[in-house]
T-cell receptor, first 113, second 113 residues
């Protein structure tokens, strides 16, 4: 089974930095994804971590600690357009089977002027 | 490359009616997924296809939901009969294989009244 936890809502100010945390418990861990989802739209890929450490991509960075079952998404220089839901998703694979992507409930981020 | 196409974009039906959704994945993507996303929640995996075979349908309510992927390309998801709690966005996603690179379609927003 799997359990993925992330905060329900966060608020931040334009230009600031925000960190969205995600903890997970799962069997057959094969990687962790972060997706961004604007209201009424499909999720879009932000980042993928399979090894411990930090992956940086422009204003967005994602960190993974497999031993702690923990990840975070760091958003720098926040812009109003960053207001969206951020979904933490774990790629889970049973032994000998196919991987599947399991999502958390998402964190709704509101960026204020 | 063209993205994942889904239709219809919106659908309103009465409870106990039937409905079908269509998905055309990215060309060459072997793996196709249907997710259900209830308002305020993360996407929940309903069924996963590898080519035209089902590899995971453990979360599909089989008494009312069915899905097929003919010739390993397009897929349809059907609900018969619909219940009020089926109101959600139905997202289709595809990937080259089950390990990474999920691309989502825009989804079908279903309202059951």
């Amino acid at each position: 089974g799997q359990n993925i936890d992330q905060p329900t809502e966060m608020t931040a100010t334009e230009g600031a930095i925000v960190q969205i945390n995600c903890t997970y418990q799962t069997s057959g861990f094969n990687g962790l994804f972060w997706y961004q989802q604007h209201a009424g739209e499909a999720p879009t890929f932000l980042s993928y971590n399979v090894l411990d450490g930090l992956e940086e991509k422009g204003r967005f960075s994602s960190f993974l600690s497999r031993s702690k079952g923990y990840s975070y998404l760091l958003l720098k220089e926040l812009q109003m357009k960053d207001s969206a839901s951020y979904l933490c998703a774990v790629l889970e694979g049973p032994s000998g089977g196919y991987n599947k992507l399991i999502f958390g409930a998402g964190t709704r981020l509101a960026v204020h002027p | 490359e063209a993205g994942v196409a889904q239709s219809p974009r919106y659908k309103i039906i009465e409870k106990r009616q039937s409905v079908a959704f269509w998905c055309n994945p990215i060309s060459g993507h072997a793996t196709l997924y249907w997710y259900q996303q209830i308002l305020g929640q993360g996407p929940k995996l309903l069924i996963q296809f590898q080519n035209n075979g089902v590899v995971d349908d453990s979360q599909l309510p089989k008494d009312r939901f069915s899905a097929e992927r003919l010739k390993g390309v397009d897929s349809t998801l059907k609900i018969q009969p619909a219940k009020l709690e089926d109101s959600a966005v139905y997202l289709c996603a595809s990937s080259p294989d089950a390990n990474y690179g999920y691309t989502f379609g825009s989804g079908t927003r279903l309202t059951v009244v």
